[in-house]
């Protein structure tokens, strides 16, 4: 493919739902499966934005649910590609629920997906390289090999002594 | 109330969604009434930020469905409050499809929804009036009283001739 | 094509839904873009027996929704062509709430949409004329004209002077 | 409760459904489930109608699924209390699909629907009695007896040897 | 085909759902057109592993809901192909509900439906006849019979004289 | 609540889904968002098994979806508690897709997700100690810790040099 590189904002995604009775458990709070659903959906168009071609959810890395959202709030979801690798994409997720009547907007998790690309016989293709600007995107840019070492000794194809980036969050 | 008067721009609301199986005609293209759906949700969202309390949908406007968006395709929407009245909130939204594959946007329509603020007994209470800030905010501002008026008279509780903005609109 | 006319109440088509929670908002009353969901269905079908071909929502004239619909209600959606054009219909649609409860059936709206065919390449194709019977197709059939001039005044496609039915409105 | 006796018209519904994707399987045929909840959601409207009172599905009579319903096609159910007991009720119903492009029209299938009508606490509740009227209702509501034997000796409430209308069945 | 016999523990499948609020009635009951959907699938993924082939629902017996399952609770369905026809499979579900909070699992249904296999045309093909192995499996084995010449006399399309195996019911 | 403790057994849950169009991408897989629903489901099904109590989701661990599950096949998802903690619950989930047609079961992924238990007010409350019995139960017991402080630092609760298991990974 060899594709022209593209910046992080260029995928930047924002999604807003309306928790509605069926989204939610006997406390009237948001499923986390629900949530997950509406935060793949995000990501894949994030993703579709980078690469200009169908693409899949290869992965999900450890998601911690930290406010429960209520029925009748809106759930804010913004997602952007942080870091592009030979056919797949790293995305970032922020999620906030927000109570409109009292104005009150909270953060409920955020979460890193990862999509592979697709050609049209359902083969991994190129994505284009990503480019980050702001100083955030930097961040998450570099914080995204720590995580893909995370994902490959879990997935048991890295072993843990290779993985370098990983080590230096144990300060070895 | 009595309540402060709120910018144009708090309101303003993103929404992408994704066009699947079950919301397409034979042809694969977005049902219009699917569309209206997420357009109605999207307008209310935008109608909570301006007046923090439950609300509900009173009209909408005559809607054209220019371009049709296809199964697949991204669906773009922006809702934003232009105008406040005693207690009803009239909501400007544009719609564009979006083929991520072939990186092309277009238009798919624009509306303008009406919703009517509640208090806890259901009854309509004040909102908050509306500050238009933009070129584009005030045009819409403006063009809300003319709006408001066709409304009227469709629903039969204006005469024509009292109706002094529309009457503009015909160059009399 | 050249087809043949066909009477108005051959479209008529009549359906009948349960509100259910997730229709509703928070006040327990059926969401405006849930209703007009169903009102496209109901629409597309009395469009489908009309033209006997696929066809898709082209428009939406202004709806005012009067009384709510409550959660367990019935919704009853009537439907029928009152007008063709050469590639269009105008179908008429009033919708009733129904609280089985209380025997009480209340109006919620009344609306005009308006579908288009289409040919197998989903070209627009001719359909057949209409012909109205009763008292009240007839009415309906005659105010099709100016609604159509409505509608194309506000989608920019007619200047307001030429609009000669639309014209009589205004008692000019 | 000593409620008036109501006519078996007075309970007819009508519910026409398009036949979107996700109610299909692989063949592109409407899936046997997914019309059985329409139907139930038409039964239970028809109950309602009868004894305006909350009532809920008791029983469900054999089913045979004829013709296949296409993708893009239409559902239209009629169904009609045919038979009041103590506190349930019966519902007669027919289905049809109908391909609008073809004008082509088929049966589907013929079912009955048993529901009980419930008072606030959820216990049974008397319901009124029903008047059958045309030809065809009256042939329904004698027919309810043997239907109700067959469903009472089929749930292991009533012995075979007292099925006496049943019994007629096998021209004992 | 002329395939080779498969026991009927081959076929075993189960189903766990949770009741949400969209599922159930005023009553916070699950509604029985929902209950249905779900037991159609498990069915038709019963019929799917005996016959390896696309299947569809052609006949459901007469159903007799008795204990209604709650919103919150879990719907638990066992399906089992319980007797091959040359081209049709009947499948015996077993229904329960399941109060996790109280540890309280109590029966809701039991079902007959009955599939056909299709060939890629969708048209009937033989399916590989059943092995019963268990006391119960048997007993639904041989039970199969009788309630295939009721179905086929409720249809119509066999005389009750000719009900060999259903007269035994009445003792005759 | 001092609960008697409970075997991993007990909370065992089995869940099979149809694959349907609305579940799919363009290349007819399930999309991995409305996978990570069910899952969902069936871990909060498995989590209300063991402690009896209502419960929503605390976290999710690193999912990595390997093979893709198509249109018309099953889902099938395995559910267990493998280790209780104060007031959470660790469910492991194994997810297959299986080809009835052609009688190919094949792995897609491999999961845990937290429960946290609540009391009726929607404060954590204790939950009952988990018993591993086989060799499996009791290993993916013991590898809970591991995984817990994983968690734990993800979400930046524990310094990575207080993770003593899990530098055991690390062979430090």
Same mark, same amino acid.
């Given at each position: 493919m060899n594709a022209e590189a593209k910046k992080s904002s260029n995928s930047f995604t924002i999604m807003n739902e309306l928790?509605? $009775?069926? =989204?939610?458990?006997?406390? @009237?709070?948001?499923?986390? @499966?629900?949530?997950?659903?509406?935060?793949?959906i995000a990501a894949g168009i994030a993703a579709g934005k980078h690469c200009n071609a169908p693409s899949m959810t290869a992965s999900v890395d450890n998601i911690s649910f930290k406010t429960p959202i209520k029925l009748g709030n809106v759930v804010h979801i913004e997602a952007k590609v942080c870091r592009a690798f030979t056919t797949s994409m790293e995305i970032h997720l922020k999620v906030w629920g927000e =109570?409109?009547?009292?104005?009150?907007?909270? %953060?409920?998790?955020?979460?890193?997906?990862?999509?592979?690309?697709?050609? !049209?016989? @359902?083969? !991994?293709?190129?994505?284009? !390289?990503? /480019? $980050? %600007?702001?100083? #955030? %995107? /930097?961040?998450?840019? %570099? @914080?995204?090999? *720590? *995580?893909?070492? /995370? *994902?490959? /000794?879990?997935?048991?194809?890295?072993? $843990? #002594?290779d993985a370098l980036e990983l080590k230096a969050l144990f300060n070895l």
């Amino acid at each position: 493919m060899n594709a022209e590189a593209k910046k992080s904002s260029n995928s930047f995604t924002i999604m807003n739902e309306l928790v509605l $009775p069926n =989204d939610t458990n006997v406390f @009237g709070n948001l499923m986390g @499966g629900r949530l997950m659903y509406w935060m793949d959906i995000a990501a894949g168009i994030a993703a579709g934005k980078h690469c200009n071609a169908p693409s899949m959810t290869a992965s999900v890395d450890n998601i911690s649910f930290k406010t429960p959202i209520k029925l009748g709030n809106v759930v804010h979801i913004e997602a952007k590609v942080c870091r592009a690798f030979t056919t797949s994409m790293e995305i970032h997720l922020k999620v906030w629920g927000e =109570d409109l009547l009292h104005q009150y907007k909270y %953060e409920s998790n955020e979460a890193y997906f990862t999509f592979v690309a697709l050609d !049209p016989n @359902g083969k !991994p293709r190129e994505v284009p !390289p990503l /480019i $980050p %600007e702001t100083e #955030d %995107e /930097i961040r998450l840019y %570099e @914080g995204a090999l *720590r *995580r893909r070492q /995370i *994902r490959l /000794i879990l997935a048991g194809k890295m072993k $843990p #002594d290779d993985a370098l980036e990983l080590k230096a969050l144990f300060n070895l």
